[in-house]
């Protein structure tokens, strides 16, 4: 039986960066009766029927201004933004693509902007939303008194970051040393090739099936993550623990939780 749910993938990172159609027909062969679709970038899909609307486009740019994180070490709090800090998120509104990456968001706020902007038929629990995005967020850690960059922030919707693959997982402690030991960072990449993600890595595609599962397990069991370092829902810290988790040979699911998919797919409820 076709199942109701409906997951959506939201485009939102620069042109070719990643296959957006591959990472759909992966996901549709293994889910062959759930409905998986692709949509432009979140913001401009849903801010599009009320483009021309003057007030309400400034006040979405005005919200994104106010979402930044404006020092690391301090935990985000409502600040009016300067006038062209909303210039700069109005000029990408509609032209995603173009954006550039450099700012970090707090995950929170941007989840609740990207989830205010979606009309009550869209927020129902058959359907997951996807933003999948080049943008950076963080959440606050009180323990530390800082920001951290993330990979994935799972909710409604989910966000997954192709910046934040690149930037939230340490890489091996190695390189920082070596770094720190004053060998160029150039000269390192080569020396680390293929040990962690750089920008636009062409791996990029792979392991975002792994974060589009997370979310997909996130939003019906409301546990992303598995212990099992083989498993694609294992929380990786550490580049390597990516790498191995999302691009070793043969890369899935671990036996629980291929399990715990086939149980989602017949329809069993609570398949915890
Ligand atoms: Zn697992």
New binding site residues.
């Given amino acids: 039986m076709r199942s109701t749910l409906k997951i959506f993938l939201y485009q939102g990172t620069s042109n070719g960066e990643v296959d957006f159609e591959g990472l759909r027909s992966f996901l549709q062969s293994l889910l062959p009766d759930i409905s998986v679709q692709l949509r432009e970038e979140f913001i401009s899909h849903f801010a599009l029927p009320f483009k021309e609307e003057e007030k309400k486009i400034e006040e979405v740019a005005r919200t994104l201004a106010q979402a930044k994180v404006r020092n690391i070490r301090e935990k985000w709090k409502r600040q009016e933004p300067l006038c062209g800090e909303i210039a700069y998120e109005r000029r990408y509104l509609f032209t995603p693509s173009q954006r550039p990456s450099g700012i970090l968001y707090d995950a929170w706020q941007l989840q609740r902007i990207l989830r205010d902007l979606m009309p009550p038929s869209e927020c129902d629990w058959e359907k997951i939303h996807v933003a999948i995005t080049n943008q950076l967020f963080g959440t606050w850690d009180g323990g530390n008194f800082h920001y951290h960059c993330r990979t994935a922030f799972f909710g409604f919707p989910s966000l997954i970051s192709t910046t934040g693959m690149v930037e939230a997982p340490a890489k091996p402690r190695s390189f920082y040393l070596k770094l720190q030991m004053g060998i160029p960072r150039e000269f390192l990449q080569t020396e680390f090739q293929g040990r962690f993600l750089d920008p636009g890595d062409p791996r990029m595609t792979e392991v975002l099936k792994g974060y589009v599962l997370q979310a997909l397990f996130y939003h019906l069991t409301e546990n992303p993550f ?3 370092p083989d ?4 929380n990786a810290h550490w580049q390597e623990e990516l790498i191995r988790a999302q691009l070793r040979d043969g890369a899935d ?5 291929r399990e715990t998919l086939k149980k989602i797919l017949r329809g069993e409820k609570n398949p915890r």
């Fill in positions: 598995c212990s099992d498993c694609r829902l294992f699911l671990c036996p629980v939780h």
